[in-house]
């Protein structure tokens, strides 16, 4: 058989990697849109705060974030069982991978979200406010639709190093696409063959992630186009 049997293996690790790749990047817009109206508040604090935040994670490369992350967690967690008298607690690397790499690309998705919030006129806003909505209604109605308009660039962007970034989870024991193929090729004695499909698999991700990235551009410009025209 072309896979030597390691084809269902394989399959569970993809579906574990998109299953990452999708739970940190939720993470990470959630924490991009909190960083990002941060940045943009009147209030000092928030605004530093958010700011070393982009600047530690953009200044500190990620692999050394999720070691630091993981282990020291786990020493942490440890810690705290043994004071407590309890069983050791192991964190599983799904989640711990998930909660790295959403804080990590959550300060990158802050200065997209920035970007995106400030690019939306003003003046919009005020009219908004001025016809009677309510701050919930302005964002999900006025602000929201133009700002992600501006932002999906960034976000594809972000996407699609956030997809290849899940093969560093691999060294924290999540059974991923890399940790799959390396085993398949190191039992099999075909290293470079099951590295070549752990890399076809990613080129598939990305290349349907940029089909669904087209349309939702396509979506978010409906009547733009026409109205520059």
């Known amino acids: 058989m072309l896979l030597q049997g390691y084809g269902s293996l394989i399959l569970e690790g993809t579906f574990a990697t998109i299953k990452l790749a999708l ?9 991009g849109l909190i960083g990002a109206s941060a940045k943009l ?12 935040y982009t600047t530690l994670i953009r200044s500190v490369p990620d692999l050394l974030i999720m070691l630091l992350l993981f282990f020291s967690l786990q ?3 440890n ?50 406010i001025a016809y009677g909505m309510n701050p919930r209604q302005v964002f999900m109605r ?3 639709p133009q700002m992600m308009r501006f932002a999906l660039p960034g976000i594809g962007n972000n996407w699609q190093v956030l997809i290849k970034a899940t093969a560093l989870v691999s060294i924290i024991g999540l059974i991923d696409i890399v940790k799959v193929t390396q085993d398949a090729g190191k039992h099999s004695m075909q290293l470079f063959f099951f590295s070549i499909i752990g890399a076809l698999i ?28």
């Open 23 to 31: 739970l940190s990047m939720l993470l990470a817009v959630v924490l």
């Open 202 to 229: 990613y080129l598939a991700i990305t290349t349907l992630s940029n089909g669904v990235l087209i349309w939702l551009e396509r979506r978010y410009a409906i009547g733009v186009r026409g109205a520059q025209l």
């Open 142 to 144: 006025v602000l929201f």
């Open 41 to 52: 508040s009147k209030q000092r604090l928030l605004r530093h705060l958010a700011a070393g």
């Open 75 to 77: 020493i942490w967690l």
């Open 79 to 128: 810690n705290f069982t043994e004071w407590l008298k309890l069983e050791q607690i192991d964190i599983n690397p799904l989640a711990a991978g998930v909660f790295t790499l959403g804080f990590i690309y959550g300060a990158y998705f802050t200065e997209t979200f920035r970007g995106a919030f400030q690019s939306v006129p003003a003046g919009q806003l005020e009219a908004a």
